[in-house]
T-cell receptor, first 115, second 112 residues
Framework: DGGITQSPKYLFRKEGQNVTLSCEQN?????MYWYRQDPGQGLRLIYY???????QKGDIAEGYSVSREKKESFPLTVTSAQKNPTAFYLC??????????????FGPGTRLTVT | KNEVEQSPQNLTAQEGEFITINCSYSVGISALHWLQQHPGGGIVSLFM???GKKKHGRLIATINIQEKHSSLHITASHPRDSAVYICAVRSGVGGGADGLTFGKGTHLIIQP
Protein backbone atom coordinates (compact mmCIF):
# COMPACT_ATOMS: atom_id res chain seq x y z
CA ASP A 1 0.00 0.00 0.00
CA GLY A 2 1.30 3.45 -0.92
CA GLY A 3 1.30 6.17 1.66
CA ILE A 4 3.15 8.31 4.16
CA THR A 5 4.40 7.05 7.46
CA GLN A 6 5.44 9.15 10.41
CA SER A 7 7.07 7.85 13.51
CA PRO A 8 6.67 7.83 16.36
CA LYS A 9 3.01 8.79 16.92
CA TYR A 10 3.79 10.26 20.36
CA LEU A 11 7.13 11.73 21.39
CA PHE A 12 8.19 13.17 24.71
CA ARG A 13 11.35 15.19 25.26
CA LYS A 14 12.94 17.36 27.87
CA GLU A 15 13.44 21.03 27.17
CA GLY A 16 16.85 21.74 25.63
CA GLN A 17 17.06 18.50 23.67
CA ASN A 18 16.95 18.27 19.90
CA VAL A 19 14.50 15.73 18.51
CA THR A 20 14.05 14.34 15.00
CA LEU A 21 10.67 13.38 13.56
CA SER A 22 10.61 10.81 10.79
CA CYS A 23 8.60 11.04 7.55
CA GLU A 24 8.76 8.42 4.80
CA GLN A 25 6.68 8.14 1.62
CA ASN A 26 6.49 5.42 -1.03
CA UNK A 27 4.28 7.38 -3.40
CA UNK A 28 7.20 8.45 -5.61
CA UNK A 29 6.26 12.07 -4.94
CA UNK A 30 8.76 14.82 -5.64
CA UNK A 31 7.47 17.35 -3.11
CA MET A 32 7.31 16.91 0.64
CA TYR A 33 6.12 19.26 3.38
CA TRP A 34 6.16 19.67 7.14
CA TYR A 35 3.27 21.41 8.90
CA ARG A 36 2.64 22.29 12.49
CA GLN A 37 -0.85 22.25 13.99
CA ASP A 38 -1.74 24.03 17.23
CA PRO A 39 -5.17 24.06 18.92
CA GLY A 40 -7.53 26.58 17.34
CA GLN A 41 -5.16 27.38 14.47
CA GLY A 42 -4.87 26.34 10.87
CA LEU A 43 -1.92 24.26 9.70
CA ARG A 44 1.25 26.29 9.26
CA LEU A 45 4.08 25.38 6.90
CA ILE A 46 7.50 24.79 8.48
CA TYR A 47 9.62 23.60 5.54
CA TYR A 48 9.04 22.10 2.13
CA UNK A 49 11.17 20.31 -0.43
CA UNK A 50 10.52 20.23 -4.15
CA UNK A 51 13.27 17.80 -5.03
CA UNK A 52 16.05 15.75 -3.47
CA UNK A 53 18.85 17.82 -1.92
CA UNK A 54 16.74 20.97 -2.01
CA UNK A 55 14.43 22.48 0.58
CA GLN A 56 12.86 25.85 1.32
CA LYS A 57 11.79 27.60 4.51
CA GLY A 58 8.11 27.86 5.14
CA ASP A 59 6.31 30.42 7.23
CA ILE A 60 7.57 29.30 10.64
CA ALA A 61 10.99 27.73 10.01
CA GLU A 62 12.82 29.25 12.98
CA GLY A 63 14.03 26.58 15.38
CA TYR A 64 13.61 23.74 12.88
CA SER A 65 15.88 22.04 10.36
CA VAL A 66 15.32 19.45 7.64
CA SER A 67 17.21 17.32 5.14
CA ARG A 68 16.23 15.65 1.89
CA GLU A 69 18.95 13.16 1.05
CA LYS A 70 16.52 10.63 -0.42
CA LYS A 71 13.30 11.12 -2.36
CA GLU A 72 11.40 8.96 0.12
CA SER A 73 12.53 10.64 3.31
CA PHE A 74 12.15 14.15 4.77
CA PRO A 75 13.07 14.17 8.48
CA LEU A 76 12.38 17.23 10.62
CA THR A 77 14.59 18.19 13.55
CA VAL A 78 13.08 20.32 16.27
CA THR A 79 16.02 22.11 17.87
CA SER A 80 16.34 23.60 21.32
CA ALA A 81 16.03 27.02 19.67
CA GLN A 82 12.32 26.41 18.96
CA LYS A 83 10.55 28.33 21.73
CA ASN A 84 7.26 26.44 21.73
CA PRO A 85 7.93 22.98 20.31
CA THR A 86 4.93 21.18 21.83
CA ALA A 87 2.53 20.65 18.93
CA PHE A 88 1.14 18.16 16.44
CA TYR A 89 3.42 17.77 13.41
CA LEU A 90 2.12 16.62 10.04
CA CYS A 91 4.14 15.53 7.04
CA UNK A 92 2.66 15.67 3.53
CA UNK A 93 3.69 14.98 -0.03
CA UNK A 94 2.48 15.78 -3.52
CA UNK A 95 3.44 14.65 -6.99
CA UNK A 96 4.43 18.16 -8.03
CA UNK A 97 5.07 21.16 -5.81
CA UNK A 98 3.13 24.41 -5.51
CA UNK A 99 0.65 23.53 -8.20
CA UNK A 100 -3.08 23.66 -8.37
CA UNK A 101 -3.28 20.32 -10.13
CA UNK A 102 -1.96 18.01 -7.47
CA UNK A 103 -3.43 16.88 -4.19
CA UNK A 104 -1.45 16.63 -1.03
CA UNK A 105 -1.31 13.36 0.87
CA PHE A 106 -0.84 13.56 4.62
CA GLY A 107 0.80 11.27 7.13
CA PRO A 108 -0.80 10.27 10.46
CA GLY A 109 1.15 12.91 12.40
CA THR A 110 3.46 12.98 15.42
CA ARG A 111 2.40 14.59 18.67
CA LEU A 112 5.47 16.10 20.33
CA THR A 113 5.40 17.11 23.98
CA VAL A 114 8.36 18.97 25.45
CA THR A 115 8.53 19.50 29.21
CA LYS B 1 -2.94 37.82 2.78
CA ASN B 2 -5.69 35.33 1.94
CA GLU B 3 -8.04 34.93 4.90
CA VAL B 4 -9.91 31.64 5.13
CA GLU B 5 -12.96 31.54 7.37
CA GLN B 6 -14.91 28.39 8.14
CA SER B 7 -18.33 28.17 9.71
CA PRO B 8 -19.53 26.83 11.95
CA GLN B 9 -16.52 26.17 14.20
CA ASN B 10 -18.39 23.37 15.96
CA LEU B 11 -21.43 21.41 14.83
CA THR B 12 -23.32 18.65 16.61
CA ALA B 13 -26.09 16.86 14.72
CA GLN B 14 -28.16 13.71 14.86
CA GLU B 15 -27.50 10.71 12.66
CA GLY B 16 -29.22 11.07 9.29
CA GLU B 17 -29.19 14.86 9.19
CA PHE B 18 -27.98 16.83 6.18
CA ILE B 19 -24.79 18.68 7.10
CA THR B 20 -23.37 21.85 5.54
CA ILE B 21 -19.96 23.32 6.33
CA ASN B 22 -18.98 26.63 4.79
CA CYS B 23 -15.67 28.15 3.73
CA SER B 24 -15.08 31.74 2.61
CA TYR B 25 -11.84 33.27 1.40
CA SER B 26 -10.76 36.80 0.62
CA VAL B 27 -8.49 36.56 -2.43
CA GLY B 28 -8.90 34.79 -5.78
CA ILE B 29 -7.66 31.22 -5.79
CA SER B 30 -6.56 28.53 -8.22
CA ALA B 31 -7.91 25.61 -6.17
CA LEU B 32 -9.71 24.78 -2.96
CA HIS B 33 -9.21 21.64 -0.91
CA TRP B 34 -11.49 19.98 1.61
CA LEU B 35 -9.68 17.79 4.11
CA GLN B 36 -10.94 15.47 6.84
CA GLN B 37 -8.95 15.05 10.04
CA HIS B 38 -9.81 11.97 12.08
CA PRO B 39 -9.78 12.00 15.90
CA GLY B 40 -6.37 10.31 15.82
CA GLY B 41 -4.94 13.22 13.85
CA GLY B 42 -4.40 11.80 10.37
CA ILE B 43 -5.66 13.91 7.48
CA VAL B 44 -7.36 12.65 4.33
CA SER B 45 -7.95 14.74 1.24
CA LEU B 46 -11.64 14.68 0.31
CA PHE B 47 -11.87 17.04 -2.63
CA MET B 48 -9.83 19.41 -4.70
CA UNK B 49 -11.89 21.75 -6.85
CA UNK B 50 -11.53 24.95 -8.80
CA UNK B 51 -15.07 25.31 -10.12
CA GLY B 52 -18.55 23.81 -9.95
CA LYS B 53 -19.32 20.75 -7.92
CA LYS B 54 -17.86 17.37 -7.04
CA LYS B 55 -19.54 14.36 -5.45
CA HIS B 56 -18.08 11.31 -3.78
CA GLY B 57 -20.49 8.97 -2.06
CA ARG B 58 -22.44 10.97 0.52
CA LEU B 59 -20.11 13.95 0.26
CA ILE B 60 -20.69 16.89 -2.06
CA ALA B 61 -18.42 19.92 -2.46
CA THR B 62 -19.39 23.09 -4.30
CA ILE B 63 -17.53 26.26 -5.05
CA ASN B 64 -18.67 29.70 -6.22
CA ILE B 65 -15.63 31.53 -7.53
CA GLN B 66 -17.42 34.87 -7.89
CA GLU B 67 -18.62 34.82 -4.30
CA LYS B 68 -15.34 33.32 -2.99
CA HIS B 69 -17.25 30.64 -1.14
CA SER B 70 -17.33 26.87 -0.94
CA SER B 71 -19.58 24.43 0.88
CA LEU B 72 -19.12 20.83 1.93
CA HIS B 73 -22.32 18.83 2.31
CA ILE B 74 -22.80 15.46 3.94
CA THR B 75 -26.03 13.62 3.20
CA ALA B 76 -27.46 10.96 5.53
CA SER B 77 -24.80 11.74 8.15
CA HIS B 78 -23.40 8.92 10.24
CA PRO B 79 -21.39 8.85 13.49
CA ARG B 80 -18.32 7.78 11.50
CA ASP B 81 -18.46 11.19 9.78
CA SER B 82 -17.44 12.76 13.10
CA ALA B 83 -14.17 14.54 12.42
CA VAL B 84 -12.62 17.96 11.86
CA TYR B 85 -13.18 19.25 8.33
CA ILE B 86 -10.57 21.66 7.04
CA CYS B 87 -10.77 24.01 4.08
CA ALA B 88 -7.53 25.04 2.38
CA VAL B 89 -7.10 27.41 -0.55
CA ARG B 90 -4.29 27.69 -3.02
CA SER B 91 -3.53 31.10 -4.45
CA GLY B 92 -0.61 33.06 -5.74
CA VAL B 93 -1.27 35.89 -3.33
CA GLY B 94 -0.68 35.88 0.39
CA GLY B 95 -0.73 32.19 0.98
CA GLY B 96 1.89 30.18 2.80
CA ALA B 97 5.25 29.60 1.13
CA ASP B 98 3.67 26.63 -0.63
CA GLY B 99 0.72 28.76 -1.74
CA LEU B 100 -1.73 27.17 0.69
CA THR B 101 -3.76 28.87 3.42
CA PHE B 102 -5.65 26.63 5.82
CA GLY B 103 -8.84 27.35 7.70
CA LYS B 104 -9.06 26.53 11.41
CA GLY B 105 -11.43 23.65 10.80
CA THR B 106 -15.00 22.70 11.67
CA HIS B 107 -15.39 20.12 14.42
CA LEU B 108 -18.35 17.89 13.51
CA ILE B 109 -19.96 15.42 15.88
CA ILE B 110 -22.73 13.13 14.66
CA GLN B 111 -24.70 11.55 17.47
CA PRO B 112 -26.43 8.19 16.99
Amino acid sequence: DGGITQSPKYLFRKEGQNVTLSCEQNLNHDAMYWYRQDPGQGLRLIYYSQIVNDFQKGDIAEGYSVSREKKESFPLTVTSAQKNPTAFYLCASSLQPVSSSYEQYFGPGTRLTVT
Amino acid sequence: KNEVEQSPQNLTAQEGEFITINCSYSVGISALHWLQQHPGGGIVSLFMLSSGKKKHGRLIATINIQEKHSSLHITASHPRDSAVYICAVRSGVGGGADGLTFGKGTHLIIQP
